[in-house]
């Protein structure tokens, strides 16, 4: 039995035995003391789901209420009692099974008795202390409670972070980045950011490691220059500058869907940090050979060019170069893609503090031409108004609003311009 396993050697009750110590608890101390007996049999012998009816049945009794059936005649104070029992049976059992690794038959009580953020720091706690087990992922027994918290984490979002953090160390980063794609892309910024620097930093440092790796084995770089950059907290620039850019020749030390995916992930994230090592990737994507540069949507159509001028510009780097692409291919995009590429060049200009170019691309974005979707990228851009009011482009954006008959802007641009 596993640490996280609280069961005992022999949960077995010998029913005869009991149902006589219950008959003969009610003859001589009452209903009461014959529920409780129960109830420390049933705890003790760590049946949890019965545990839960002879709470229910002990807090019926004790309330005066029929034993089963619908209570809908007692009072409203009666009623309000039952339901903190009830709740208090709820955590009781609820947290027996999170203890004993049964995620799923714990959630089932927990779900409507406790906070989510207790559930999560819970499922964070046994998370933990499986994957530091290393057998855990290759034990069955211990991998079903993994399964199980990455399904109330991830698929029903309770905490999308911890089940991708989860589902990285037991299944793999190509699963990761399908659940990414399935259950996180479409969550406001707010949510999606937290996932994505979780991916980031794993396929940063396991490109990180794959290269050095290559490097130590061919010699390239001294495996103290490695050991320096990594204490530095240094990325792979550091790592490729170190090898001389690696630019004509055909190793690859990643799947490069995982490396295209995860830089796509990475455009919702605003940290310093995360985008620098997004930016690393990109740096690394751009010197992947021919066949393995996927083309991208646009404006990502030449990928890990694209990639790396996004995220170099947040960094203060290649800012007018990046503004000028990402220009051209808004103005080249066809009508489909015209939109969303009007909303990449968007967002990277308010990012870099640049809010004139901002309101010029968002006031020349054309309207969809297919469904209209939201985007979470564009989800991050400022409201219009304090954009056009920082830019100092009031009357830009209100002659915009006469032409597509929207009032209501005009009107909070005109109050926004007008205050103090």
């Known amino acids: ?35 409780q007996k129960l109830e420390n049999s049933l705890r003790h012998s760590c049946r949890w789901h019965s545990l839960f009816d002879a709470h229910l049945l002990r807090a019926r009794a004790t309330l005066g209420l029929p034993l089963v059936g619908p209570v809908a005649d007692a009072d409203k104070e009666t009623k309000k009692k039952l339901d903190e029992q009830t709740i208090a049976a709820c955590r009781e059992v609820g947290w027996k099974f999170f203890d004993e690794g049964q995620i799923a038959s714990g959630w089932m009580y927990l779900r409507a008795a406790v906070e989510t953020h207790e559930v999560i720091d819970k499922l964070s706690q046994i998370a933990s202390r499986l994957l530091e087990q290393e057998e ?9 409670p993994l399964q199980e918290i990455i399904q109330l984490a991830l698929w029903e979002n309770l905490d999308p972070a911890l089940g991708i953090r989860v589902m990285l160390a037991a299944q793999g980063t190509c699963n990761a980045v399908t659940a990414y794609e399935q259950s996180v892309a479409g ?19 396991e490109v990180f490691e794959n290269l050095s790796r290559d490097l130590i084995e061919r010699e390239l770089v001294d495996v103290n220059r490695i050991d320096e950059i990594k204490n530095r907290q240094g990325t792979l620039v550091d790592l490729l500058e170190a090898a001389d850019g690696l630019s004509n020749e055909e190793s690859i030390h990643v799947d490069a869907s995982h490396l295209q995916a995860v830089l796509r992930f990475a455009r919702i994230c605003t940290d310093s940090v995360d985008v620098q090592r997004a930016h690393a990737l990109a740096c690394y994507a751009c010197r992947l050979p021919k066949e393995f540069q996927y083309a991208g949507d646009t404006p990502f159509s030449d990928f890990g060019v694209a990639s790396r001028l996004f995220y170099s510009a947040q960094l203060d780097k290649e800012a007018d170069q990046a503004i000028a692409f990402f220009r051209q291919e808004a103005e080249q995009a066809n009508e489909y893609e ?10 990277l200009a308010a990012r870099i503090n640049r809010p004139d170019d901002a309101l010029s691309a968002i ?18 851009l400022p409201p219009l108004v304090e954009l056009s009011h920082k830019a ?13 008959d929207d009032l209501i802007t005009y009107a909070a641009s005109l109050a926004r311009d007008s205050a103090p």
């Open 363 to 380: 006031l020349a974005r054309p309207a969809e031409t297919g469904p209209s979707h939201n985007s979470p990228l564009a989800a991050t």
């Open 187 to 205: 969550l406001p910024p707010t949510q999606q950011e937290p996932v994505a620097k979780i991916m980031i930093n794993h396929l940063h440092e």
């Open 1 to 35: 039995m596993k640490e996280h396993q609280k069961m005992p050697h022999d949960n077995s009750i010998d029913t005869t035995s009991l149902a006589t110590e219950l008959t003969t608890t009610l003859e001589a101390n009452g209903i009461d003391a014959m529920f």
């Open 136 to 144: 855990s992922v290759a034990d069955e027994e211990e991998y079903q």
């Open 338 to 347: 015209a939109p969303t590429a009007w909303d990449v060049l968007a967002v």
């Open 392 to 404: 100092g482009g009031g009357e830009k954006l209100r002659a915009a609003c006469i032409e597509r």
